[in-house]
């Protein structure tokens, strides 16, 4: 008995998710996990902004651009997704050129001694 609810759940997981296998569920997880990390960017973004009571950008914002796009980056090669990987790449692009912007400006701003 406990086996055949257990499938049921399982096949109701599935469902849910628009797999058929284990290895899809876990593809789906990681997926919706990468999207989180992705959307965290805006929380982080928003949080910044009420705290300076202006628009903010701050440099961890760029860090969960990146950390989210290499995990949908991954996702989408994984599911053979060209949508999500042609949005991913370009994305992860600009993201590390900000940072590398960002790590420039730092430096040139410490004073030598």
């Known amino acids: 008995m ?3 609810a257990q499938a049921q759940e399982l ?3 599935m469902k849910l998710l628009l797999v ?3 290895f899809g569920v876990g593809l789906a997880v990681f997926g919706l996990l990468g999207q ?3 959307m965290c960017r805006f ?3 928003w949080i910044a902004s009420e705290r300076a009571k202006r628009s903010v950008m ?3 914002f760029w860090y969960f651009s990146i950390g989210g796009a290499c995990m949908l980056l991954a996702y989408g090669i994984l599911r053979q997704d060209i949508v999500i990987i042609m949005a991913q790449s370009f994305g ?3 993201y590390g050129r900000n940072l590398m912007l960002i790590h420039r400006e ?3 701003a410490i004073p030598a001694e």
Do not use: T
Request: glycine letters at 0%; proline letters at 4%.
């Open 2 to 4: 406990e086996a055949a």
């Open 11 to 13: 096949h109701w997981l």
């Open 20 to 22: 058929d296998n284990w």
């Open 36 to 38: 989180s990390v992705f």
């Open 43 to 45: 929380l982080v973004q």
């Open 58 to 60: 701050p440099i961890a």
């Open 92 to 94: 992860f692009l600009i």
């Open 106 to 108: 730092r430096a040139e």
